[in-house]
């Protein structure tokens, strides 16, 4: 079992978090990928299951892989040696083509991890896992309020302060989160049952 929070609206970082466990995932015999989200954001759960679906359930053909590498090395080549992007009519064919999201995370992949990154957009595993059920992709729209908790699942990375540095500056946050105040149209006794129902399917 996978959970995934989602905290903002849909961006790339879902779909980086395929790219790196995808492998994983096709090699496991059973597995499921929880996607939870507040009740804000769940109008956004079919952006995500389209996200899944791209990243790692369209496989791409050897000749798109092909053509994907030679455009992927002519950006490279164009940062390393500072020049303009080619002009051509193979590059701008390219260019058009390999717009979607998928490309752009997938190209940030492919600079670090080279040759591999190219594995997990050519396996048909997924597809499989799906077909006959091994895999399942599920979405949970959560009841109870969990942004007292963003300080601990913040992505913005800061720069580690020592606890004698921030006594000495007078740093008063608190050292631990805390909930907000109950709203009082929440319904508690439906909060408590979607908490202990989800924490019984994990």
Do not use: K
Request: charged fraction near 25%; charge should be neutral; proline fraction near 7%.
């Amino acid at each position: 079992m996978f959970l995934y929070l989602e905290t903002t609206p849909f961006d790339d970082d879902f779909r980086a978090v395929l790219q790196r466990y995808g492998d994983l995932l096709g090699a496991l015999p059973r597995w499921t990928v929880r996607l939870l989200f507040p009740r804000q954001l769940g109008g956004g759960m079919g952006a995500y299951q389209v996200a899944f679906r791209d990243e790692l359930a369209t496989p791409l053909s050897p000749t798109i892989l092909d053509e994907l590498r030679w455009y992927f090395a002519q950006l490279r080549l164009a940062v390393t040696n500072r020049t303009r992007l080619p002009a051509d009519a193979r590059f701008r064919r390219d260019q058009r083509a390999f717009t979607a999201p998928r490309f752009r995370v997938l190209y940030q992949r492919w600079l670090t991890d080279g040759e591999t990154a190219f594995d997990l957009v050519r396996s048909r595993a997924i597809i499989e896992a799906l077909a006959d059920e091994t895999g399942r992709v599920e979405n949970e729209v959560l009841l109870i309020p969990y942004r007292h908790l963003s300080p601990l699942a913040n992505r913005v990375r800061s720069v580690p302060q020592g606890v004698e540095e921030g006594a000495a500056r007078g740093d008063a946050r608190s050292a631990h989160p805390q909930p907000p105040p109950l709203d009082s149209t929440e319904d508690i006794s439906g909060c408590a049952r979607d908490w202990y129902r989800l924490i019984g399917r994990v």
